[in-house]
T-cell receptor, first 115, second 113 residues
Framework: QQQVKQSPQSLIVQKGGISIINCAYENTAFDYFPWYQQFPGKGPALLIAIRPDVSEKKEGRFTISFNKSAKQFSLHIMDSQPGDSATYFCAASANYGGSQGNLIFGKGTKLSVKP | NAGVTQTPKFRILKIGQSMTLQCTQDMNHNYMYWYRQDPGMGLKLIYYSVGAGITDKGEVPNGYNVSRSTTEDFPLRLELAAPSQTSVYFC????????????FGEGSRLTVL
């Protein structure tokens, strides 16, 4: 119930294409869904996040789509660029009662954007 | 503004040795975390702290210990290093449990031989 399942494990996209990474969860108490971006040798950094009261959030070329009934959310990167090549992690947390809101991370997707 | 600072960046240990990974943050964040990252396995929570003097176990605490004597510092102690502890360790902090953004350090790569 505490897992967040992420796919695919790796993704190769041509420059200018759309990158799509999917995540699924079981715990219906999750109420915060962030995506983190990690470049080699660096720590992850928050890219974009969504709460379940909206179905989509867009920031520049990055969009989160959220499907509450299916318990799925996805990251879309439009017009993918070589500089987007990184590992992307989805995550989820719940802020209820005694929960400390700890993030549960997916296993990550390594994105390579070919020029 | 330095954010979250981890030391050392790299370390090689022999089996059975002990060491401490240091973590300090200058954002006055209450919540601090230690994660380990293994290839293809994502980020696993080792220990976390919700404030000075308060710590709790995460998903994979065995073989580790932590302390939180100040708001700024959250060291991670490995007592008897084992090859299974070879990993990249990340310290992170956030202001509170409602403000979701985690700020990560750049990581400490530990190899146990």
């Amino acid at each position: 119930q505490q897992q967040v399942k992420q796919s695919p494990q790796s993704l190769i996209v041509q420059k200018g294409g759309i990158s799509i990474i999917n995540c699924a969860y079981e715990n219906t108490a999750f109420d915060y869904f962030p995506w983190y971006q990690q470049f080699p040798g660096k720590g992850p950094a928050l890219l974009i996040a969504i709460r379940p009261d909206v179905s989509e959030k867009k920031e520049g070329r990055f969009t989160i789509s959220f499907n509450k009934s299916a318990k799925q959310f996805s990251l879309h990167i439009m017009d993918s660029q070589p500089g987007d090549s990184a590992t992307y992690f989805c995550a989820a947390s719940a802020n209820y009662g005694g929960s400390q809101g700890n993030l549960i991370f997916g296993k990550g997707t390594k994105l390579s954007v070919k020029p | 503004n330095a954010g979250v600072t981890q030391t050392p960046k790299f370390r090689i240990l022999k089996i059975g040795q002990s060491m401490t990974l240091q973590c300090t943050q200058d954002m006055n964040h209450n919540y601090m975390y230690w994660y380990r990252q293994d290839p293809g396995m994502g980020l696993k929570l080792i220990y976390y702290s919700v404030g000075a003097g308060i710590t709790d176990k995460g998903e994979v605490p065995n073989g580790y210990n932590v302390s939180r004597s100040t708001t700024e510092d959250f060291p991670l102690r490995l007592e008897l290093a084992a090859p299974s502890q070879t990993s990249v360790y990340f310290c992170a902090s956030r202001r509170d449990r409602v403000t979701g953004e985690l700020f990560f350090g750049e990581g400490s790569r530990l190899t146990v031989l």
